[in-house]
C-alpha cells in the first residue's frame, strides 16, 4: 500500500492563500461563468494529499467544448444554508449534489467569505453518459465565484481552487487538452492544470453509453479503497506517470496510434489495480466488454483506427479522428460523436 501524505494544509487554508481579503471584495449582483466537462487520456486514480484531492501522478484530458455546466451564483440576503438548482429544479438540501456543493462553499466561509449562496447551474452533458459532470460543475462554479467577487483569478489559481471540490475539475478551466500537474509541495500549491501545446481539431469522441444507472461507488471512495486495498496500486501510479508523458508526447505529434494504445493501456490498468482491490471494484457491465471487442475487430480487421477510453463506470468513450465519423456510427449507431475542437464554448 502506497501511503498518503498528511498535508497541515487544509481547504480554507488554501482558499485564503489564493482569494484575496474579502473586505476588499463584497459581491456583485451576480457572477456567471461556463466551464467544459473533460475526459481524461492518461487517468488520475489515487491522491497524494486526499483532504486537498491533490494526485498520486499527473494526467492529461482533452476538454468537450460546448458540453459542460454553466453557472449562475448570487448571495442570499437572508437564510442560513446555499440553495442549489440544478437544470431548473431546486435540489433538496440533504441530497448527495446539494451536500457536496455546500461543503465546498462552505470551505470558503471559513475562509472569510461569510455568504449563503444561491446558485443555478445548467448542464448540457448527455444525462447518465457517464461524463464526469462535476469536473464541469466545480470548475464552472469557481469561475463564477471569481466573476460574483471579482477576484480576477489567472486560470491557474482558479485550476487549484476548482481541484478543491473534485479533482478532475482542476483541468476543466481550460477547453482544448489540459495537463494537470501532480506537484510535489507539502500544501499542493504546485499540482495546477494548463493547457498542452497541441492543435488537433479532427480529434473525436465517440460516447458509447451501455449503462446510464448511478454509479454504486463514487471515484472519492473508490480511489481511496483502491489505494488502500489493492496490490497494484504502486505500479498503477508508476505506470501512470510514464503513459502521461507518452500520451502529451503524443498529443503534440498528432500520432493516433501511440495515443489510442497507450490510452487504452492506461485505461484498463487502472480498472486492473480496481479490480485487484480487496474487495474489487467493478465498474463494467457484460455490455463495455462486448464494445472493448468490437472496437479491437475493427482494428485487426479492417484496419479501422478506433481506441477506447473508460472511466469509473461501464460506458466506453472511443477515441478516433473524424474521418472515421462513418465507420464509428456503422458500428455503434447509438453512439454520440463529440468534435472537442470543432465548436468554440458558447
Ligand atoms: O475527479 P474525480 O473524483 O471525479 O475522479 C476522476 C476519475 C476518472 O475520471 C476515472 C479519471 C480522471 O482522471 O478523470
Excluded at 497524494?48 to 454553466?70: E, Q, T, W
Excluded at 438540501?93 to 447551474?121: C, H, K, Q, V
Excluded at 510535489?184 to 458509447?208: I, K, N
Amino acid at each position: 500500500m502506497t501511503e498518503t501524505t498528511q498535508s497541515a494544509a487544509t481547504p480554507a487554508g488554501i482558499i485564503a492563500k489564493i482569494v484575496p481579503p474579502p473586505a476588499e471584495h463584497p459581491p456583485r449582483e451576480y457572477g456567471r461563468a461556463f466551464a467544459p466537462a473533460n475526459i481524461a487520456l492518461s487517468k488520475y486514480w489515487g491522491k497524494r494529499i486526499s483532504a486537498l484531492n491533490v494526485p498520486a501522478n499527473s494526467s492529461v484530458s482533452i476538454s468537450l467544448g460546448h458540453l459542460g455546466a454553466r453557472t449562475h451564483i448570487s448571495t442570499l440576503k437572508a437564510g442560513d444554508r446555499d440553495e442549489i438548482i440544478l437544470n431548473g429544479t431546486r435540489l433538496a438540501p440533504d441530497s448527495d449534489i446539494a451536500l457536496r456543493t455546500a461543503s465546498f462553499l462552505e470551505e470558503f466561509r471559513r475562509a472569510g467569505y461569510n455568504y449563503f449562496f444561491r446558485l443555478s447551474s445548467e448542464t448540457n452533458l448527455p444525462i447518465g453518459a457517464g461524463l464526469a459532470s462535476s469536473a464541469a460543475a466545480f470548475a464552472a462554479l469557481v469561475l463564477a465565484l471569481d466573476d460574483l467577487f471579482a477576484w480576477n483569478l489567472d486560470r491557474r489559481r482558479a485550476s487549484i481552487l476548482a481541484r478543491l471540490g473534485s479533482g478532475s475539475a482542476a483541468r476543466s478551466v481550460y477547453t482544448g487538452f489540459v495537463v494537470w500537474h501532480a506537484g510535489t509541495a507539502p500544501d499542493g500549491m504546485d499540482s495546477y492544470a494548463e493547457p498542452l501545446d497541441s492543435d488537433w481539431p479532427e480529434l473525436a469522441l465517440g460516447l458509447v453509453i451501455v449503462s446510464s444507472r448511478r454509479k454504486h461507488i463514487g471515484s472519492r471512495s473508490g480511489m481511496e479503497h483502491t489505494r488502500s486495498t489493492s496490490p497494484l496500486y504502486a505500479a498503477w501510479v508508476k505506470q501512470a506517470e510514464s503513459d502521461f508523458q507518452t500520451i502529451c508526447d503524443a498529443l503534440r505529434k498528432k500520432d493516433l496510434t501511440k495515443l489510442g494504445e497507450t490510452a487504452e493501456a492506461n485505461a484498463l490498468m487502472m480498472h486492473a489495480a480496481m479490480l485487484a482491490a480487496r474487495p474489487p471494484i467493478i465498474y463494467w457491465s457484460p455490455a463495455t466488454l462486448r464494445v472493448i471487442q468490437q472496437v479491437h475487430r475493427l482494428r485487426r480487421e479492417e484496419q479501422i483506427p478506433i481506441y477506447f477510453t473508460i472511466d469509473a463506470g461501464p460506458n466506453v468513450k472511443l477515441i478516433f479522428e473524424a474521418q472515421q465519423s462513418a465507420a464509428v456510427k456503422r458500428v455503434f449507431p447509438e453512439s454520440e460523436i463529440i468534435l472537442p475542437g470543432g465548436e468554440p464554448a458558447p
